[in-house]
C-alpha cells in the first residue's frame, strides 16, 4: 500500500499509540519518508521536515566510459575545427527527426536567424508567434527586421492557439513560428494546414522539443523547417549549439552557404572562381562539441521515454488534487520531449494561498519548482527594436506605436498563465524513479492540507 493512500487514522490504528507519537514528530517524516497526506504535518516553509531532503538528477549527464573517449580523442587529434564529426553528427540528427537534411549551427537563436533569413524574410515583413515562449523566438525575428505578431495561447496545451491564428494574418505575414515550447508539440497539422491556405512558410522552433512526435514523426520535420538547441539545459545538451532540419535541399545549401561566411555549397556553388555568392555569417560547430552531442544523443530516447513515463504518472496523481489543472497533450501526440513539465495552480483549489506562495512552500519541502515565464509580447526589448534605426527606416511610424502594437498584440489567456497559474517542474527530475514522482505528490498535497496555515503565516 502507498502512503498516499495510507491515511493517518488508519496508521494509528495498525501501528499504535507509539508511532502515533512517531507520526506527529517531524524528525521521522524526513529523508526518505513519506509525509503522509492530511494537516498532520507541519509545512517545510513553516518550520517542519521537508518531504524530500535527496537531491534530484543533475543535468547533464554523460558516461565516462563512452563519452569522454569522443572528446579526448577529438581534443589529442588537434582537428577542432568543422570535419567529420560535425558532419557525423549532422547526418544522425538529420536522421533521428527524419529530414533529408541537417545543418548544425552555434544556437538555437542563429538557426532560427538563418532560417528567416534564407526564407527570404526581413523588414516589413510579419511573422507570427507565441507569447509563450523563451526569449529567442522573438529576438530572432527582430534580428532579422521582420515584426513579430503575438498569438495567444491555448492554455490547455499551452501552445500557440491555432484558432487563433487566421485572424491576425495579413498581407504582410510571411511565416509562422510554432514553438514547441516545454517540449510539448504544437498542433502541427492545423499550422500547416493554415500556412498552406495562405501560402507562409513554417519554422518549428523545437528547441526544447527534441524527440517529440506527433502521429509517430518527429516534430522538426512538419515544417519549412526545424530549429533545435542543444544549450547546455536542453534535453540533448552540448553547451552550446543547434541545428535546422528541412526536407529543402536548395535552401538548405543557402544555410550552408550562410554559416559559412556565404561560400559556396551544393546548389549555391557558382562557376569557378566566382567568390562568396551570398551575405554569409560564420556559425559553424566545432568538432568538439559534435563529439560531445554524438554522446549525448545515444542516451535520448531512452530518457524521452523515461521523461514520458514519469509525466504521465505524475500527471495522473496530480491531477487528482483540487487546484492543479495539469497540461492537455495536442491531438495525436505519441510523444512529448517534457523539457519541462507543466501545471496551472488555481489558488481558489488551495484556501486562496498565492502562486508565489505555494511555490516557495512546495520549493521548502524539496521539489524544485518555478512560475516559468513572463509575457514576451510586454517587455521593453520591444520598445528598444523599435528605437532602432534600422526599424524607424524600414516601417511607418504607426506601425513602432508601442501603444498600439501593445492592443494588436494583446494576449489575455497568456497573461494569465504567466501571471497567475503556471507551475513547472524541471526536465531532469522527471529523469528519477517513480516513487521519486511520489515526493512531488506527497510534497503537494501536503501544501494542499496546511494551505490556510501558510497562507494566514504570511511565509
Ligand atoms: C533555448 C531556446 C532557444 C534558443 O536556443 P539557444 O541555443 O539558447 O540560442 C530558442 N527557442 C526556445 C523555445 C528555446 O527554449
Same mark, same amino acid.
Given at each position: 500500500m502507498s502512503n498516499k493512500n495510507f491515511g493517518r487514522r488508519a496508521f494509528i490504528k495498525s501501528t499504535g499509540i507509539v508511532a502515533a507519537g512517531a507520526l506527529l514528530s517531524p524528525s521521522l517524516s524526513s529523508a526518505g519518508g513519506r509525509a503522509v497526506p492530511g494537516g498532520g504535518q507541519r509545512a517545510a516553509v513553516l518550520g517542519g521536515s521537508p518531504v524530500r531532503t535527496k537531491a534530484w538528477p543533475g543535468w547533464p549527464i554523460w558516461n565516462k566510459d563512452t563519452d569522454e573517449k569522443l572528446v579526448v580523442d577529438d581534443l589529442r587529434s588537434g582537428v577542432w575545427s568543422r570535419a567529420s564529426l560535425v558532419t557525423q553528427f549532422e547526418q544522425e540528427w538529420g536522421a533521428f527527426v527524419g529530414t533529408k537534411r541537417c545543418l548544425t549551427v552555434v544556437n538555437g537563436t542563429n538557426a532560427l536567424i538563418a532560417s528567416l533569413l534564407q526564407m527570404g524574410? /526581413? /523588414?516589413?515583413d510579419e511573422v507570427i508567434v507565441p507569447p509563450y515562449t523563451f526569449i529567442a523566438t522573438v529576438a530572432a525575428v527582430l534580428a532579422t527586421g521582420a515584426m513579430p505578431v503575438f498569438v495567444d495561447t491555448d492554455v490547455a496545451t499551452w501552445q500557440i492557439d491555432p484558432g487563433k491564428i487566421e485572424a491576425k494574418i495579413t498581407s504582410k505575414t510571411r511565416a509562422i513560428i510554432p514553438v514547441h515550447i516545454l517540449g510539448l508539440p504544437a498542433d502541427m497539422h492545423r499550422i500547416m494546414a493554415i500556412a498552406k491556405k495562405h501560402d507562409l512558410f513554417v519554422i518549428e522552433d523545437a528547441c526544447q522539443a527534441h524527440g517529440a512526435e506527433i502521429g509517430h514523426q518527429r516534430v522538426g520535420s512538419f515544417g519549412h523547417a526545424g530549429c533545435f538547441s542543444f544549450q547546455n539545459s536542453k534535453n540533448l545538451a552540448i553547451g552550446e549549439g543547434g541545428a535546422i532540419t528541412s526536407n529543402d535541399e536548395k535552401f538548405m545549401d543557402r544555410c550552408y552557404s550562410y554559416h559559412n561566411y556565404g561560400n559556396p555549397y551544393g546548389s549555391v556553388v557558382g562557376q569557378v572562381n566566382a567568390g562568396t555568392l551570398i551575405a554569409g555569417n560564420k556559425l559553424r560547430l566545432t568538432e568538439y562539441q559534435a563529439a560531445i552531442g554524438l554522446g549525448q544523443l545515444k542516451r535520448l530516447s531512452a530518457e524521452t521515454d523515461k521523461r514520458n513515463e514519469n509525466a504521465a504518472y505524475l500527471r495522473s496523481k496530480i491531477g487528482k488534487i483540487q487546484g492543479i489543472i495539469p497540461y492537455t497533450l495536442t491531438d495525436n501526440v505519441t510523444k512529448a520531449a517534457f523539457h519541462l513539465f507543466p501545471f496551472r495552480y488555481n489558488k481558489e483549489g488551495f484556501k486562496g494561498l498565492s502562486r508565489a506562495a505555494f511555490l516557495k512552500a512546495l520549493n521548502a519541502e524539496g521539489i524544485p519548482c518555478s512560475e516559468g515565464y513572463a509575457p514576451l509580447n510586454k517587455m521593453p526589448y520591444l520598445q528598444n527594436a523599435f528605437e532602432s534605426k534600422n526599424y524607424r527606416k524600414m516601417y511607418a511610424a504607426a506601425d513602432l506605436d508601442l501603444r498600439a502594437f501593445n492592443e494588436r498584440n494583446d494576449c489575455p489567456l497568456n497573461d494569465k498563465l504567466c501571471n497567475e497559474e503556471a507551475v513547472w517542474f524541471y526536465q531532469s527530475m522527471l529523469l528519477a524513479e517513480r516513487r521519486d514522482m511520489d515526493d512531488i505528490v506527497n510534497a503537494i498535497e501536503k501544501i494542499h492540507a496546511n494551505a490556510e496555515k501558510i497562507k494566514t503565516s504570511g511565509k
Open positions: 524574410i /526581413g /523588414g516589413g
